[in-house]
């Protein structure tokens, strides 16, 4: 295995059982196909999925396992039929690298729920090989699943859109929450539904059970209302809304007749198709729309997945994949 691990073109970290620790690890990258790009990474977001991907937490796990599906890079390579990217051009990687391209979602442009969808990582491709991602020097992925990051933003910001961002962006579209004057309340501290829902023209109100969390919802997010939600009374002053209810929880436990009264929803949304993605990228440079981050090295990785766990970050890590592999 240690003669196997210093070999190969792709420079990573990986984790090699559910304990989640990573560390150093090379691989093959595939060649560049006929309709393939290759890019250098420069950036990658970490993401919570990281977390339990890393640790086993949802079977399935296939080690070693390399994270990180929020990748920006510069296209190094395009093969003979590529028509959309040359050299140079920046460019991103979301959380899936190949589908059908046949089936009805995939020619709707919703290839994220393809039945035979590939995720970036931990995903088996149809050569059988299995997928492996962002912590990492480079990777190769088929021009589809390839987005144009748009001239002039920066790539440590446009990685954490490739998930954090289209997640909350693709339902917000869906459901027609664009539409200036409508309310979206977003609990916790999504500080990216925030950034939309106000570059969107609407009433955002953040819900969170911690006090200390106004200031910045309100002076530092621009939300118009702040709501602690361990307070009854400041609950029941929000119960007049109705609405949909969409994200993605662990778990949730209601009564039906809490939906019926006041006509509410509830939805399911991941990330968006294709089309949804490069929409959003664009959406963001047009309206100096940025996420906050943290920059980090990829040295710093295991701290920075634990300090996750703890809710200790704000908002996004994101890897510095250039400059940690010199």
């Not at 210093?6 to 420079?11: M, P, T, V, Y």
């Amino acid at each position: 295995m240690e003669g196997e691990e210093a070999k190969g073109n792709c420079l990573a970290w990986a984790a090699r059982d559910p304990s989640g620790i990573l560390s150093p690890y090379q691989f093959d990258r595939r060649a560049v196909g006929s309709d393939d790009v290759a890019l250098e990474i420069k950036y990658c977001g970490v993401c919570y999925a990281d977390v339990y991907s890393t640790r086993h937490q949802h079977n399935g796990t296939i080690y070693p396992l390399v994270p990180g599906h929020e990748i920006t890079g510069v296209v190094t390579e395009v093969g003979s039929n590529v028509t959309q990217f040359k050299v140079g051009d920046h460019v991103g990687v979301g959380t899936y690298v190949n589908s059908c391209k046949d089936c009805e979602r995939c020619c709707n442009f919703l290839e994220v729920h393809c039945k035979k969808v590939v995720f970036t990582f931990n995903g088996i491709d149809y050569d059988g090989t299995i997928t492996k991602g962002g912590y990492s020097s480079l990777i190769v992925v088929h021009e589809r699943y390839c987005f144009k990051i748009p001239d002039g933003y920066p790539l440590e910001f446009a990685a954490p859109l490739l998930c954090a961002g289209i997640t909350v962006y693709k339902p917000m579209m869906h459901h027609k929450m664009n539409q200036p004057g409508k309310s979206l309340g977003v609990v916790g501290l999504g500080h990216m539904a925030v950034k939309f829902g106000k570059a969107f023209g609407l009433n955002v109100s953040v819900f969170s059970t911690s006090e200390s969390k106004r200031d910045e919802a309100i002076n530092i997010l621009g939300a118009e209302k702040f709501v602690l939600s361990s307070d009854i009374q400041q609950m029941q002053e929000m119960e007049r809304y109705h609405g949909t209810l969409v994200g993605f929880p662990s778990e949730i436990k209601l009564s039906p007749i809490s939906l019926s009264i006041g006509a509410r929803n509830l939805a399911g949304s991941v990330t968006g198709g294709t089309k949804d993605t490069q929409s959003m990228l664009e959406y963001c440079a047009a309206h100096k729309i940025y996420p906050k981050i943290e920059l980090i090295k990829i040295n710093y990785i295991n701290e920075a997945l634990e300090r996750m766990i703890k809710n200790d970050v704000k908002y996004r890590f994101v890897i510095d994949i250039e400059n940690s592999f010199k």
